[in-house]
């Protein structure tokens, strides 16, 4: 953008030299044809000012671009930094919704966990109470056998083996 500026002033700058080393020869008036009658005036000074008049459309058509360009941009930054707090937001609803879900299934499984150990303590008193019964079962049949060899030795000595 800079090395356009100064080109422009260089070339203005050429051209306003260009007029000032031949001044006597950009007033020197000729017949000019203007497509419906001619006048006389001088060609050099006609020039100067249509090179000043387009330098003038082009400077404020470029300061117009510019300024319009300026705008559009800030309208851009404003969307974009819309947007961004747009996805920001929907971020932190994404992560409170997953946090939200990890709990839901943190809950769960703590849930699934609990009736799982009180069915396993309650399968394990099961077996406690079964393995109990069995054993106090086994103690009254050694006691019943031990008492019927006692009742065979006293009474009669005749002891049967046991097969």
Avoid: C
Wanted: aromatic residues 4%; glycine residues 6%.
């Amino acid at each position: 953008m800079q090395i356009r500026s100064i080109l422009l002033v260089v070339i203005l700058g050429i051209t306003a030299a260009l007029a000032a080393l031949n001044w006597d020869a950009f007033n020197t008036p000729t017949s000019l044809w203007l497509g419906v009658t001619s006048v006389e005036a001088p060609i050099g000074l006609v020039m100067l000012g249509v090179v000043a008049i387009l330098t003038l459309f082009f400077l404020l058509s470029i300061g117009y671009l510019q300024s319009v360009t300026l705008l559009e941009s800030r309208r851009h930054a404003k969307e974009l930094q819309a947007n961004r707090e747009l996805a920001d937001q929907a971020e932190a609803s994404r992560f409170s919704e997953l946090k939200r879900v990890l709990d839901v299934q943190v809950a769960a499984l703590t849930q699934h966990d609990a009736e799982t150990r009180a069915t396993l303590i309650a399968r394990l008193n099961q077996l406690d109470a079964s393995v109990t019964a069995s054993i106090e079962q086994t103690g009254n049949s050694l006691a019943a056998y031990i008492g019927e060899m006692d009742d065979r030795l006293e009474h009669g000595g005749n002891v049967v083996t046991a097969r």
